[in-house]
């Protein structure tokens, strides 16, 4: 399977800038086996069955993105995961500079320092905060700014409105960051109506690192590898999971593959504290959900593969022209559509 396969144009003009208000607001684009049918977020409890559980994930981004000094270089670091070692891996531009032991200074709160502890030839470094857990927090809301895409354009820096619009309302656990972004369209308004409509919703937990931002750089897919995500399903997320009489239907593609990295072979959802590497191309036998929910991805992402194999390589490129062509708002800040899995 090639890189490839997963092309397609995008005029520029369709890449949103700015979440729908309110957010329920934005346009749902329900694909379905017997076609297409334009909805909106709001109309999400109509489209759901009494008994269905949506999982959504409640990771909150974090200020990830650091300018640090080393003598007079200046360093561009952005956060990616933090290690189970208390160590953190990031990206940093002009990594070359950096050595095993060096120190790093942070612009915006020098009170703030890192340790080198290790880099590779692609840009990848491991540090060693001088704080950690809370205070490393509350350090990086002095010293860091929000990692939004690099395809929200933002010339004169970010918006006061950034901080707030690119969090979900279950944001609760902080590690990620970038946002669960299919998450992005609920209200509290959204929320009761799905209660009426006796949807049950179960938070997981996966921090959404840097990688998510990263090209795939290579044709032949079966050459790339994933980058590893943070995540945990608790027993009492695990137990309401599986104890559903209707269907499970994922919010964002993060939610998705932390189910699918943590059901078994008889469809049980197990509880899950550790990293998910997964990587789900057309092909993939999906054991846990029906349906998902998620934004309009990028062409040639890792993104875009995932909902290929789960609606249909062909119906997705169907429903991706026909958004295109309707004038649908694509990426994080964009609309969204509710897939149905294509029957095994």
Same mark, same amino acid.
């Given at each position: ?67 640090? *000094? ?35 200074? &942070? ?33 990086? *809301? ?70 998510? &931002? ?70 993939? *036998? ?43 708002? &694509? ?14």
């Amino acid at each position: 399977m090639q890189l490839s396969d997963f092309d397609f144009e995008l005029p520029p003009e369709r890449i949103a800038l700015h979440p729908a208000q309110p957010r329920d607001a934005a346009r749902l684009l329900h694909v379905h086996t017997a076609g297409l049918n334009d909805r909106h977020v709001s109309d999400l409890p109509a489209l759901l069955n009494p008994g269905d559980v949506l999982v959504v994930n409640d990771t909150k981004v974090i200020p990830a993105q650091l300018t640090a *000094r080393r003598g007079n270089a200046r360093i561009g670091i952005t956060l990616d995961r933090p290690g189970a070692d208390g160590t953190w891996q990031a990206l940093a531009r002009n990594a070359r500079r950096l050595q095993v032991g060096d120190t790093l200074v &942070f612009e915006r709160d020098a009170t703030l320092r890192a340790t080198i502890g290790g880099r590779t030839a692609d840009g990848r470094a491991t540090l060693r905060f001088n704080h950690e857990g809370p205070a490393l927090i509350a350090a990086l *809301r002095r010293a860091a700014v929000l990692a939004l895409p690099p395809y929200i354009d933002r010339p004169r820096g970010l918006l006061p409105r950034d901080v707030t619009d690119y969090q979900t309302m279950f944001a609760t656990h902080e590690g990620a960051v970038a946002a669960p972004t299919a998450g992005l369209h609920f209200t509290p308004e959204l929320r009761t109506a799905l209660a009426a409509r006796e949807v049950t919703l179960v938070r997981i937990t996966l921090h959404v690192g840097a990688g998510t &931002f990263l090209p795939v750089r290579t044709n032949d897919l079966a050459q790339h590898h994933m980058h590893a995500e943070r995540g945990e399903i608790t027993a009492a997320a695990a137990q309401a999971i599986n104890a559903r009489t209707g269907r499970l239907v994922a919010v964002g593609t993060t939610s998705l593959r932390l189910l699918e990295s943590s059901v078994d072979e008889a469809g049980t959802v197990r509880p899950f504290a550790g990293e998910t590497d997964l990587f789900i191309l057309p092909g993939y *036998r999906f054991g846990a959900v029906d349906l998902l929910l998620t934004n309009f991805h990028l062409p040639r992402s890792t993104l875009f593969m995932l909902v290929c194999a789960f609606a249909g390589t062909a119906r997705m490129r169907v429903a991706y022209t026909h958004a295109i062509e309707a004038a649908y708002r &694509f990426y994080s800040y964009g609309d969204a559509c509710l897939l149905e899995r294509t029957p095994p």
